[in-house]
């Protein structure tokens, strides 16, 4: 079987090797410190960087902690191995603590980096991601690097056919393909949504990661069967209804990734008074790139939206960007997209690169407690200015309601 390339994030430089005489321990609080021989004293700060660090995450898959009764000293103990430690087996990926301004955050990645040099080190054996789209493009290769690295993945796709070849491909490379499901989703309807939520809470009752990563683009006029403009639909009111549902999994240890795109930029969506017949126009009314570039700023003013909403239960809820014109399925409903996209693609990000972004979002431990942010090349990046408008983060949340509420009487699933 092939696999992922193990390879040291290029971002990890040399200040965090240690000078000669200095030893990483840990306290019971999983706090670092740093142990100076040469000077017998100890300090709670790295002596290059200067930045205090933590462990965090449960312990890896198999390992064991135990008090040693002859010592007092707390002992690790991999069953799988048949070892005894003194040294937490996390040491080597503790983090920087969060600090208090998330621009003070070092930037460990970067525009070059994979989705398997994010998730390097990290032991995802027993998180679960909901992830929809997963079965092409970047959110298949958001889906095969999580579950690469031991995290159950659920499908949220419409199509069974592409999805179980999706699974199949990631069975092929690596065991963890087992671990991975599919959950009928079609986002043009909004009673497969809540079906799809349904299926979902009977297999897991709580889910770490819910990256809402379904999208379509350049699409002619079409409408979905809840007869709303697909693209609105599909990108965004789908997608908002599926968080709602699905909020009962979501606590402290959660992430909501909202994939969006730099195309936010380009709306032209105003920002007071918005309407169904504007987010969801009519024929006459329609262009396909416009209606893209508007739901992808509905998903960042979503993100935000979210994020404040779901603050007090400690969800962390981000949006980004996760590269230029990446060559992948989305362009395939016009042939000139099909072409330009084509043209381009020895000058953009390979599917891995694409993915990073997302997983760094759903999975990076300097973000616990980052929320209402948007990311672009693994750090964060500056929204255009009408995402920041907080009146326009709540008009929208309230007109969804009321498409959503509209839609849901008419076909009988409140």
């Not at 994030?9 to 240690?18: F, G, K």
């Not at 679960?128 to 889906?143: D, K, P, Q």
């Not at 009962?248 to 936010?264: A, F, K």
């Not at 981000?318 to 362009?331: C, D, E, F, Q, R």
């Amino acid at each position: 079987m092939s696999r992922p390339p193990m390879m040291q994030p290029d971002s990890d430089s040399e200040d965090e090797v240690l000078p000669p005489g200095f030893e990483e321990r840990t306290d019971e609080d999983g706090n670092v410190f740093y142990l100076n021989h040469q000077e017998k004293k100890t300090q709670w700060i790295h002596p290059r960087t200067g930045k205090a660090k933590k462990i965090q995450g449960e312990l890896p898959f198999g390992w064991e902690k135990e008090r040693e009764e002859s010592t007092g000293q707390t002992i690790y103990i991999d069953r799988k191995n048949n070892r005894r430690t003194y040294i937490d087996p996390r040491l080597a990926f503790a983090v920087e603590n969060t600090p208090k301004n998330v621009s003070d955050i070092r930037q460990r990645f970067d525009a070059n980096s994979t989705a398997f040099q994010v998730l390097h080190g990290q032991d995802l054996n027993g998180k679960v991601a909901v992830i929809t789209g997963a079965n092409t493009g970047i959110g298949f290769e958001t889906a095969r690097s999580l579950a690469f690295f031991g995290c159950q993945v659920l499908f949220a796709c419409r199509s069974q056919s592409k999805t179980e070849e999706a699974i199949e491909k990631i069975r092929n490379e690596r065991d963890s393909g087992g671990r991975c499901s599919f959950i009928p989703c079609d986002l043009g309807s909004m009673r497969s949504v809540k079906q799809a939520a349904e299926l979902i809470k009977k297999e897991v009752n709580h889910i770490d990661m819910l990256i809402l990563n379904a999208a379509v683009f350049a699409l002619p006029y079409t409408q979905t069967e809840d007869q709303l403009e697909t693209t609105f639909q599909v990108c965004h009111l789908a997608h908002f209804y599926l968080c709602k549902l699905l909020e009962d999994c979501l606590d402290q240890n959660s992430r909501v990734v909202v994939v969006s795109s730099e195309s936010h930029r380009f709306s032209w969506l105003p920002p007071s008074d918005l309407s169904e017949q504007i987010l969801s126009p009519p024929a006459k009314n329609y262009y396909s790139m416009i209606a893209y570039n508007n739901a992808k700023l509905c998903n960042v003013l979503f993100a935000r939206g979210l994020a404040k909403k779901l603050c007090e239960k400690g969800v962390c809820v981000n949006a980004l960007h996760p590269g230029n014109m990446v060559s992948s399925s989305i362009s395939r409903n016009w042939w000139f997209y099909r072409f330009l996209f084509a043209f381009v693609r020895p000058f953009t990000k390979s599917l891995q690169q694409a993915a990073s972004t997302t997983i760094y979002v759903a999975t990076a431990n300097e973000l616990c407690g980052v929320s209402g942010q948007y990311f672009n090349n693994c750090f964060f990046c500056e929204p255009s200015q009408l995402s920041r408008n907080n009146e326009m983060v709540d008009n929208l949340w309230e007109t969804s309601e009321q498409i959503l509420d509209r839609i849901l009487q008419e076909k009988g699933l409140k």
